[in-house]
């Protein structure tokens, strides 16, 4: 059963839901699917309904803005939003929008009802996730990412840790430290590994150019504020080099840096901590982008027009896709994604706003930008693909003894990027060790390709793919979608056993319910817009 | 005290809701959460930073990213394996166990998967209602 829908937006966060309320304003019936329980993305994640906060405006920017997008959009007959719900295919077509594979249901469940939709205009808003440095010691227990202490302390008032460092680059510490100093916990520093040359270089050319950005300023100065407040230090051209710790952290080595990154000798500093939070940026979120043949920039961003169009005729992004630029960016882009999509033409406050803030975006790029020395504080023994403990001297040595070129052959010889998290983590580290350490890769940018986008129980993908069996798939099965040719191990599940609880292979029914199982205890949806438009 | 921890809901000025007490079974333990936290949630207000070994080396692992990215919190719920604990909500009487992939049959012999091309997917053990590292390990 293939559901013919007009505007698809994937991605509940601030573009997806702009892009989904502009579609709705120039009068498109819209399908929005969002993977986590409620809308908000990581932007503005927060508190369950059970655990509402009084006052939760207090770790957040722009919450009353989020909670009208919110309501208008579940008040909205016209918008399906479809929660719990995991995109995990795009299947290619030639022309047109790719269909997307839905399954409805818990995070990891089994037997979750499959969806397929066929959108004529599909707008990908997957945003994006933090890129880490492997340091020694970073796969201890109590290193995070910053974004992980961020989601506990916003979704879940979960304080990481007593006395947390903050490290890494980019103005994303500063709202980390705040948010830990509002969980109660010590922050005992934060360290930029951007130098002040570095820094004033980026952000400093003619500066009254981001005057529209000046609410900006302001927040940055904000956070400033905050760290000068409780007379934390805030260094720069410094980096955690080392977490030390038996079964946890205990303790990091903080140590100056060169202009490229590279730690210098005799600046090494030892601080305890019981958290450390690590952040060097972030990284788009391509899966679903790449397999639907969107064509992406040198930095891994997928290339857009000025309508937010990709090089696939239907396809839209929005947001930390089209390149790293913050929230404002996101709703900017979400919404004239979401006008043009529909048929429409972008208000001009949304153009002024994506001019202004692009130009923010690739200052803060220049500003924090990864130096090339980093690699001099990996040792060989430092673990780089976390899911395959492959290190850095397994890297380096695979890259030097087989003078390989092919990242695919380095991939299978080391097993680095081939677990679980399918090289999300450590993708592009892996490509920059071995690209260091070798003749230099042919196929940069490969560890970004992963046709299934999350991981579903070979039982749900038997439940998807019968349909064709009984002549209803409509040459876009999961099978083309390059489901049984998995680019990674993560990819494909393991069991061989037969869909025990494959009864939504029955397909959704006309009116959109599923055949009950007993496996599925959550439902997909909060609730569900008109459901005229099925084929 | 060292270690993550739940803010004491009366010196949070968030001022959530209380959930409602909920209980859990971590490894044969009861451990207690408030309705609405993610098992991950659960575990590190309980004080617990690991409870996932790497399957190479044996290396503890936690929570990491805690946006479902990283997956290095899979844990066992209620006999359903490779569940990401930092997505999954808790709920009241869960059996969570400690996911340990070193211990799988099949080690790490079975054949590489990337380009291993249709029919690979199956060249790990049947064994249910599994996903994740395929036949791969």
Not at chain 1, 486 to 503: D, K, L, W
């Amino acid at each position: 059963m293939t559901e013919s829908v007009p505007v698809l937006v994937v991605g509940g966060g601030p573009a997806g839901m702009a892009a989904a309320l502009a579609a709705r304003r120039h009068g498109a019936r819209v399908v929005l699917v969002e993977a986590g329980d409620d809308l908000g993305g990581q932007f503005w994640r927060h508190l369950p309904a059970e655990r509402a906060g009084a006052r939760e405006e207090l770790l957040h920017h722009g919450w009353r803005r989020f909670r009208r997008m919110r309501a208008a959009l579940l008040g909205d007959d016209g918008c399906e939003v479809v929660l719990n719900g995991h995109v995990w295919s795009a299947g290619r077509r030639d022309g047109t929008p790719p269909l997307i594979h839905v399954v409805a249901g818990e995070p990891d469940g089994s037997g979750r009802p499959p969806r397929t939709f066929d959108p004529a205009a599909l707008i990908l808003a997957t945003g994006a996730q933090e890129r880490t440095l492997p340091f020694p010691g970073w796969d201890l227990p109590g290193v995070f990412t910053a974004g992980a202490a961020q989601a506990l302390a916003k979704g879940e008032r979960v304080a990481v840790g007593r006395r947390v460092l903050v490290a890494g680059a980019g103005p994303f510490l500063l709202p980390v430290a705040r948010s830990l100093i509002r969980t109660g916990a010590q922050v005992v520093g934060v360290v930029e590994a951007a130098g002040r040359r570095q820094l004033a270089t980026g952000w400093g050319a003619r500066p009254w150019r981001l005057f529209a950005a000046s609410a900006k300023a302001a927040e940055l100065g904000g956070y400033v504020w905050d760290l000068a407040a409780k007379r934390i230090p805030y260094l720069t051209g410094a980096a955690v080099i080392t977490a030390h710790g038996t079964g946890r952290v205990e303790a990091v080595t903080v140590a100056g840096l060169s202009p490229d990154w590279a730690p210098r000798p005799g600046t090494e500093r030892r601080i305890e901590a019981d958290a450390v939070c690590v952040s060097h940026g972030f990284v788009p979120r391509t899966e679903l982008a790449v397999a639907a043949g969107c064509a992406t920039g040198p930095d891994g961003a997928v290339t857009v027009d000025a309508g937010q169009r990709t090089s696939v005729a239907g396809v839209f992004t929005a947001g930390e896709l089209t390149g790293i630029g913050g929230v404002d960016l996101a709703l900017a882009e979400g919404e004239i994604a979401g006008a043009v999509a529909a048929g429409g033409r972008p208000a001009g406050r949304a153009l002024r706003a994506r001019r202004v803030f692009r130009e923010f975006a690739g200052r803060l790029a220049a500003a924090h930008r990864i130096g090339a020395g980093w690699q001099a504080w990996l040792d060989d023994t430092t673990t780089v693909c976390r899911c395959e403990d492959v290190t850095a001297g397994d890297l380096r040595r695979a890259a030097r003894l087989t003078e390989a070129r092919g990242l695919r052959s380095l991939k299978l010889t080391t097993r680095a990027g081939l677990g679980i998290c399918q090289g999300r983590t450590c993708g592009r580290a892996v490509e920059d060790i071995l690209t260091a350490a070798g003749p230099g890769l042919l196929d940069t940018g490969r560890t970004a390709r992963r046709p299934i986008a999350v991981p579903i129980r070979l039982a749900e993908l038997a439940a998807t793919i019968v349909p064709e069996a009984s002549g209803e798939a409509d040459g876009g099965s999961p099978a083309e979608a390059g489901a049984p040719a998995p680019e990674t191990a993560a990819s494909v599940p393991r069991a061989a056993s037969v869909p025990r609880t494959g009864t939504a292979a029955a397909g959704t029914g006309r009116d959109g319910h599923t055949p009950s199982d007993p496996h599925d205890s959550v439902a997909g949806n909060v609730r569900r817009g008109p459901q005229e438009g099925r084929s | 005290m060292t270690g993550p921890y739940r803010i004491a809901p009366a010196r949070d000025p968030v001022a959530p809701a209380d959930g409602g007490a909920i209980a859990l079974t971590v490894d044969g333990e009861t451990v207690t959460g408030r309705a609405g936290q993610t098992i991950a949630g659960v575990l590190l207000a309980a004080g617990r930073v690991s409870w996932r070994t790497s399957p190479r080396s044996g290396r503890p692992r936690g929570v990491f990213c805690g946006i479902g990215v990283c997956f290095d919190c899979l844990v066992v719920v209620n006999g359903l394996r490779d569940v990401r604990a930092c997505q999954r909500r808790a709920t009241d009487g869960d059996v969570i166990t400690r996911q340990d992939d070193a211990d799988e049959p099949g080690g790490h012999a079975a054949a590489p998967h990337d380009g291993g091309g249709p029919g690979s997917s199956a060249a790990g053990p049947a064994s249910g209602e599994q996903f994740g590292a395929g036949g791969a390990r």
